[in-house]
């Protein structure tokens, strides 16, 4: 009789089963869509102990919902973290961390390649908030370390930059966050899980636009922030929401309660509690019917990708590709060695004729949508400089990856063929 040993389920089973349980009522075997405002408690004892966050359990949609639930839990198993907190949108998952770490007058250092509704939030909205950026050089980890003060409380980066396509060395970054004691977040949208688990390689927080990949379809706004677990938030008193008696709470210190996940439990009832970006549960189910898929949409997406990259890196009309699935990229070896399933979906090439150019090609294209997602199964196009990054000048636009020649692709799961096609037409077109 051979000997069998329990092993840890593969990515695409949890994909579709982490954190999902049969309805206990119905028997209903896809997560419901638990569509209320608030939930009713067993008696007053029972209200008392989930307001004093002595148990787990419902109180308001705003805060926890059980479909909201299934989807934290499934994302956070697919990443390797401890707990997740599924939010209203990417953005609102990027202030609630930072809301977290942050208090008026800190700093934190940011990768200067980043989405350019990042950068507008990270150099204007949270200004109101005292909270400081200061830019780094992904391509240049040095410039990370250089950039340290005795305020900064948080390293930022992208995984695969959007629209730039620089895959970032995190466990070089890691590094510098561990020897600054800071924690390191990185934003996971692009690359998603499948491609890449930044918390194998050192980073302690991941962040989600849950919009694009995950959800996959186009059809919700989502974002969801995952605890790694690794910081240790109670080393010192730099991070007070975790470290620091919460009046909120009779004085209970969360880091203190929680453990290893007091960083997503203070997410959770201290700044989604208060500040109220909270995901509808419509939402939450339709982004886990899409997560159910991601190893299989993911696989499809990096095939299309790397051959709509060759084929455009061989056209008259471009100029250049910058795209880490095709050898002799710059980020090609940074690419096999945190990405070697795939370079993602989304890449960028310029064009010869410029700015002009590049505003004809969208306007060519036929099946390339043109809008300003990502991560849909649909094949997507915008030109950044005149859209996505328009609010940046001209020199912050270049050093964001997105100057005047820039067109980005996000290459969906039709038939490559049929992509190429396309693309080749409105390139002709235009020439």
């Known amino acids: ?20 349980q049969p309805d206990p ?58 707990a997740a907190l599924a939010v209203a949108s990417g953005h609102a998952a990027e202030a609630l961390v930072m809301h977290t770490l942050m208090t008026p007058g800190d700093e934190f250092i940011a990768s200067s390649k980043l989405y350019g509704g990042s950068i507008n939030q990270f150099n204007h909205a949270y200004k109101n908030f005292g909270w400081n950026v200061k830019w780094a050089d992904p391509d240049d980890p040095a410039t ?28 070089a970054i890691a590094k510098i966050a561990r020897r600054a004691r800071v924690p390191l977040i990185v934003d996971n949208t692009l690359a998603t ?9 050192g980073a302690d927080i991941v962040v989600h636009s849950a919009t694009k990949f995950l959800g996959g379809h186009g059809n ?13 938030f109670m080393a010192d008193k730099r991070y007070p929401m975790i470290s620091a008696p919460r009046p909120e709470y009779g004085g209970m210190v969360l880091g203190e309660t929680f453990g290893n996940f007091a960083f997503a439990i203070a997410c959770r009832v201290l700044g989604l509690r208060d500040l109220g970006a ?16 991601l190893p299989l949409r993911m696989q499809r997406h990096c095939e ?16 250049w590709v910058s795209y880490a699935g095709l050898r002799g990229d710059r980020y090609y070896n940074l690419g096999q060695k945190y990405c070697p399933k795939g370079a993602g979906a989304v890449f960028t090439f310029g064009l010869k004729g410029g700015y002009e150019a590049g505003v004809t090609l969208v306007k060519n294209l036929q099946l390339f949508s043109h809008l300003a997602n990502v991560g849909d199964v649909r094949s997507l196009v915008i030109h950044p400089a005149s859209t996505t990054h328009r609010q940046l000048t001209d020199e912050q636009k270049i050093v964001a990856g997105a100057g005047p020649d820039v067109v980005r692709l996000s290459v969906g799961i039709e038939d490559a063929a049929d992509l190429i096609a396309d693309l080749d037409k409105a390139l002709t077109a235009g020439a």
């Open 25 to 82: 009522t119905t028997g209903a075997r896809v997560t419901p869509i638990y569509q209320t405002s608030s939930f009713v408690f067993d008696d007053v004892d029972h209200a008392a102990s989930l307001f004093g966050l002595q148990a787990f359990g419902n109180i308001y949609t705003r805060i926890t919902n059980p479909t909201s639930a299934v989807l934290e839990e499934r994302v956070a198993a697919l990443e390797g973290g401890t």
């Open 304 to 319: 299309n990708a790397l051959a709509v990259a060759e084929f455009l890196s061989g056209h008259p009309a471009v100029k």
């Open 144 to 171: 990370f370390e250089a950039a340290i003060s005795p305020r900064t409380k948080a390293i930022f980066i992208e995984s695969i930059a959007n629209p730039g396509g620089v895959i970032c060395d995190i466990e």
């Open 220 to 232: 919700s706004i989502g974002g969801v922030i995952v605890d790694g677990g690794s910081f240790d």
């Open 193 to 201: 899980p499948y491609l890449m688990k930044p918390f194998e390689h």
């Open 278 to 293: 909270c995901i509808s549960p419509f939402n939450s189910f339709l982004i886990l019917t899409g997560v159910e898929t």
């Open 1 to 20: 009789m051979t000997e069998t040993h329990p092993t840890a389920p593969g990515f695409a089973t949890l994909a579709v089963h982490a954190g999902a």
